[in-house]
């Protein structure tokens, strides 16, 4: 199985930054795409950002210009820069990982608990 772990949420006032972190770790063969995803409450889950193996990226429209996604295939690990938030970025960050476990193995979606960010006014 394939594990990921998310740190850096918190708490934070409208305008700040915080940098948040996923790590993969278990049987991974292959990486195609990190991200990251939100859900506010009463809202449904969307993408806030993904970079894929050759380092191409794509934003959210409501991101764009305060967020910075970055990875170290090395390690394994996705980053979220997050800049200049708003109370409309409160929601629960949840890391993904689209990869596969053997060269045989279906491309498949792995996902972390999540990390809670609280954006007060």
């Known amino acids: 199985q394939v594990q990921l772990v998310e740190s850096g949420g918190g708490l934070v006032q409208a305008g700040g930054s915080l940098r948040l972190s996923c790590s993969a770790s278990?049987?991974?063969?292959?990486?195609?795409?990190m991200g990251w995803y939100r859900q506010a409450p009463g809202k449904q889950r969307e993408v806030v950002a993904t970079i894929n193996n050759v380092g191409s990226t794509r934003y959210a429209d409501s991101v764009k210009g305060r967020f910075t996604i970055s990875r170290n295939n090395a390690k394994n690990t996705v980053y979220l820069q997050m800049n200049s938030l708003k109370p409309e970025d409160t929601a629960v960050y949840y890391c993904?990982?689209?990869?596969?476990?053997?060269?045989?193995?279906?491309?498949?979606?792995?996902w972390g608990k999540g990390t809670l960010v609280t954006v007060s006014s």
């Open positions: 278990g049987s991974i063969f292959r990486i195609d795409t």
């Open positions: 993904n990982l689209n990869g596969q476990t053997g060269i045989l193995r279906p491309w498949t979606d792995y």
